[in-house]
């Protein structure tokens, strides 16, 4: 092997947030570059996924990838009150190719024994829970589900995704609370874009307690299924935004409300399981401007990464902490009229309010050490 790992300084990069560490790796005979970029370690070791992507156009890409998404992990693992702290891999695929090869695995492997144990990760797109039984003949630092096939089917750790479904209810009848003064979701009418591993469960759960579901997706099965089952009503995927609902749920991808679609928005509520579901801070301002309620994308969907800290309680246990969404997100819209800022603004708030107290915290343990041994 011809691996190579450094540190360059990045700190004048535009997506540069004042992370931790940015680790390089690279591998001339395997074709390998990767980054791991830790934006934070301050309540504990940092976490987040390993992406292989092969279409980054170049470096800058894949850098800004990983700067981004490590800062979106402290965000997501802070608001959820988790003790750690947020990081990303991301390796830039051999063009061509959709996974890693075993060679790259393990490269992954002893960058993360470089790193010691102040981040872990797991599987992101175009990884899976094999690459990482992979990376795992070396290094003790990722986080696989289900090792052995093995595991007690009671505990959580297992497919993050009906976790997440639960957060996102939760969520909806906050917001629902927030904005109608009712949280029973029985009559309303909801758009549900996608009908994926989240919102499958989702829909199943609006469905079970008498909520209208207008629902579409690419896949025509996906969308016949809908109706069979939940008495949904088929809508194009272009139209489902446009529709005169009182919650829109992005459960697709990224991006969904952004300049050229927020205009169609009828809904009064819009809260789903899409990470990155606005593109960008000026959509959320002008959602509060229209008085649409926006459920911040990393504060509902965070029932998934709450299940893999929580692997091996029991599920009840952990669904019953997913269920904490639900007052994380009231007292952000509280907040959010309060002090006339939009909901994502308060969100970031909330996170860096608490960073900033832990930071305090910590200086003033070793404020108190040096007076002791003084
Ligand atoms: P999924 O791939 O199972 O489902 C996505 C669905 O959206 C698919 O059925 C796909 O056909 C459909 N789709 C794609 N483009 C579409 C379009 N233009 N119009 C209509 N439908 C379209 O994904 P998932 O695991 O259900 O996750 C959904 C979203 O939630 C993703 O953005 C994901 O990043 C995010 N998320 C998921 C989890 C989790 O636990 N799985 C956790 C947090 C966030």
């Not at 931790?20 to 934070?40: P, Q, T, V």
């Amino acid at each position: 092997m011809t691996l190579e790992f450094s540190f360059p300084d990045y700190s004048s990069h535009p997506d540069f947030d004042n992370h931790e560490k940015i680790l390089k790796i690279e591998d001339r005979a395997l074709g390998l570059k990767a980054f791991i970029a830790i934006h934070s370690t301050q309540l504990g070791p940092a976490r987040g996924g390993c992406r292989y992507w092969s279409s980054y156009a170049n470096e800058d890409e894949a850098l800004k990838d990983a700067l981004r998404l490590s800062r979106g992990m402290t965000y997501k693992n802070t608001l959820a009150g988790l003790p750690h702290g947020g990081g990303k891999t991301v390796i830039m695929g051999v063009p061509g190719t959709a996974t890693p090869t075993r060679d790259i695995m393990l490269a992954i492997g002893h960058a993360l024994n470089e790193l010691d144990g102040i981040y872990e990760t797991g599987e992101d797109v175009g990884t899976s829970q094999d690459d990482f039984l992979i990376a795992r003949e070396i290094t003790e630092h990722v986080r696989i589900r289900d090792p052995h096939g093995d595991m007690n089917p009671y505990m959580a750790g297992d497919d993050p995704s009906p976790y997440t479904a639960h957060g996102i209810y939760c969520g909806i009848k906050a917001a629902l609370k927030h904005k109608f003064g009712n949280d029973n979701v029985a009559g309303f009418r909801f758009a549900v874009k996608g009908l994926g591993h989240v919102s499958t469960p989702l829909c199943e759960t609006l469905h079970r307690n008498g909520a209208e579901l207008f629902v579409s997706d690419i896949d025509d099965k996906k969308v016949q299924y809908a109706v069979t089952n939940w008495g949904a009503t088929p809508i194009e995927p272009d139209k489902i935004m446009s529709q005169d609902v009182d919650v829109y749920c992005p459960c697709a991808l990224g991006g969904d409300v952004n300049p050229e679609t927020i205009h169609f928005l009828q809904a009064k509520i819009v809260a789903g399981a899409a990470n990155n579901q606005l593109s960008g801070p000026d959509m959320a301002r002008q959602l509060f401007e229209r008085g649409i309620l926006y459920a911040p994308d990393y504060a509902i969907n965070a029932g998934g990464v709450i299940n893999v800290v929580m692997t091996g309680i029991p599920k009840d246990i952990v669904m019953y902490r997913v269920t904490g969404i639900y007052n994380t997100l009231l007292k952000i819209f509280q907040r959010s009229d309060k002090e006339g800022k939009d909901t994502a603004e308060i969100a970031d708030t909330i996170v860096e309010e608490r960073l900033a107290g832990t930071f305090q915290i910590r200086n003033a343990d070793k404020a108190s050490t040096i007076k002791n041994s003084a």
